[in-house]
């Protein structure tokens, strides 16, 4: 709990005091302003509380940071949020319907084949019988190229084929003839140029005019998110939303301290001038008497009387003037549209034994509630998430993720192509591994930056708060020192009384002990207008105190530091 929840809650339940454990940050919310607004009355009087309240509310660079911090909540929930899936679809439709020009094609082939052969022939004749015989083989070379002539339609396509042929054969045999009683070889060979030996001619039918082949698609990709990296980035939105609530309480605790500076300034200036207000009265009073004294020798006396009363009066118009613009400046600064509703009252608590402070604890309460280290703290999440998201870039991980459909359609063959597919992707960082890229660099060295700064930033809270516990020390002391003299003024002013009415003998006498009477009152109510001014110069002390610690000090003493109830400053 900070200084704006500790100061209402003061204000509301009176003051509280330490148990002696170390306290615990609790959680603070920022309230709207619609929730303030109807806390404050519409009439009556308004106290610190409600002004308070109503600067929070009307302050509009308080409500620029509560924006802030509304938007960077909302940033922290969208961070959350998952990709959605995307959805690919596709259509390919072939719509070729014009007749395109004709074309030859040239097809050639390449055959061989061998015929063998074995005969015998028997002739009789009036000489007798004659026996031949003959074998061999016979092979053939043939090399066709077809000339194919291609017309294309719109509905039919003509084919004209020409088949040219070039023949290389070769024979060889052997016979014999029992006549004779001998054999002979025989070899013989044949070749022929390129002649055409056939033609052909084919019509193809296609009564698809309207288009030959179509096929559609459809894929749907999951974006996987990187489960180290997205959680980095979790953690860097709940830190941007704790730096902008940092920024916001800082400037709510500066207007908390302002109103209430301002209002105890008020209180006691009232103060004063009721002070002066007697003294007044006191110093008329003095001068009433010596007018019904009918005496030559009072004339000095009574001159005097009556000086002393006008330069009380000027006193009081000078107050009066500080009162009204101070006021005027309170409700202006608060969104106050009638300054004469603020009722100012003087009851501060007073600490007892300031002295007996712990530096060192109060140092380490001030790391958990000040607005700066908060503020640090959060910069320092901040760079430690974007550190992590950095090093989550070196391992690989998936990126996503197709599972589709296709199907492919042909007019000129019957069924369909089907496809059902599903696809992975892995990023492999490489360039991480081998140390090109440089992401780590930023962040570390802010890391490293802001853990420096906050090192530092302890050390100077730590000169704040026991400069300022000193300055609480100092004072006490002249507050307490003004307690003495007042109490041992009091306790004269009546031996003083007492001793100077047993003097009393003549008009002379009496006139003395009247003035001294007078001025024992006089520098009674002057001793009371410098203990406000140790008052508020006390005050200033400890809201420096609190404003180094970052908290209410009724929150953060331990034991065996005495608080006393609040101490209402006597009049």
Request: aromatic letters at 6%; glycine letters at 4%; charged letters at 25%.
């Amino acid at each position: 709990m900070r200084l704006t929840h500790l100061i209402l809650l003061v204000l509301l339940h009176g003051p509280t005091y330490a148990s002696g454990a170390d306290p615990e940050p609790s959680p603070r919310s920022i309230p709207s302003v619609q929730t303030l607004l109807e806390m404050v009355p519409n009439q009556g009087p308004i106290t610190e509380r409600e002004l308070t309240l109503l600067a929070i509310a009307n302050l509009p660079q308080l409500e620029k940071l509560r924006g802030a911090v509304k938007v960077a909540t909302a940033q922290q929930r969208a961070v959350r949020n998952l990709e959605e899936p995307e959805l690919r679809v596709s259509y390919a439709y072939d719509n070729d319907n014009r007749v395109g020009e004709p074309f030859t094609e040239f097809d050639t082939s390449l055959t061989n084949s061998t015929d063998t052969f074995n005969t015998l022939t028997t002739e009789t004749t009036l000489n007798g019988t004659t026996l031949e015989s003959e074998r061999g083989s016979t092979s053939t070379n043939r090399m066709r190229m077809i000339e194919r002539r291609v017309t294309p339609g719109a509905t039919q396509d003509v084919i004209e084929e020409r088949i040219y042929e070039t023949r290389d054969s070769s024979t060889s045999s052997s016979g014999s003839r029992t006549e004779l009683g001998s054999t002979s070889p025989q070899s013989s060979s044949e070749s022929s140029n390129r002649r055409l030996v056939a033609t052909n001619r084919r019509v193809i039918e296609h009564p698809d005019t309207t288009g030959r082949d179509n096929a559609w698609g459809a894929l749907v990709r999951f974006r996987v998110p990187h489960p180290w990296e997205r959680k980095a980035r979790i953690l860097r939105a709940a830190a941007e939303v704790s730096l902008a609530e940092a920024d916001y309480f800082a400037e709510e605790d500066i207007v908390v301290r302002t109103v209430r500076s301002n209002f105890q300034d008020l209180a006691i200036l009232n103060a004063r001038l009721a002070t002066q207000t007697i003294r007044k009265k006191n110093c008329e009073s003095y001068r009433d008497w010596l007018q019904t004294q009918q005496s030559p020798k009072i004339g000095l006396d009574l001159a005097s009387a009556r000086t002393k009363v006008y330069g009380t009066l000027t006193d009081i118009r000078s107050l009066e003037g500080e009162i009204a613009n101070l006021r005027q400046e309170l409700a202006a600064y608060c969104g106050l549209s009638d300054p004469t509703r603020i009722k100012t009252s003087l009851s501060p608590t007073l600490i007892s034994q300031p002295a007996q402070l712990d530096v060192a604890y109060l140092s380490n309460i001030a790391t958990l509630y000040r607005s700066d280290m908060l503020n640090a703290q959060a910069r320092l999440s901040i760079a430690q998430a974007q550190l992590a998201q950095a090093k989550a870039a070196s391992i690989p991980f998936t990126t996503f993720i197709d599972l589709g459909y296709s199907q492919q359609n042909s007019f000129r063959r019957t069924g369909q192509n089907e496809e059902w597919f599903a696809r992975v992707g892995i990023s492999i960082p490489i360039f991480n591994w081998l140390g090109i890229n440089k992401q780590r660099e930023v962040p570390l060295a802010a890391t490293l930056s802001i853990e420096q700064q906050i090192q530092l930033q302890r050390s100077l809270i730590a000169n704040e708060i026991s400069q300022a516990i000193t300055r609480l020390v100092s004072a006490d002391s002249q507050l307490e020192n003004c307690k003495q003299d007042l109490s041992k003024l009091n306790a004269d002013l009546k031996k003083s009384l007492a001793d100077s009415q047993l003097a009393t003998a003549d008009i002379e006498d009496l006139l003395k002990a009247k003035r001294i009477e007078q001025e024992f009152q006089d520098l009674s109510q002057q001793m009371e207008l410098n203990r406000y001014s140790a008052l508020s110069a006390y005050l200033e002390a400890s809201y420096a105190l609190e404003k180094a610690i970052g908290v209410g000090l009724e929150r953060v003493l331990r034991r065996g530091v005495e608080l006393p109830a609040a101490t209402d400053v006597k009049k």
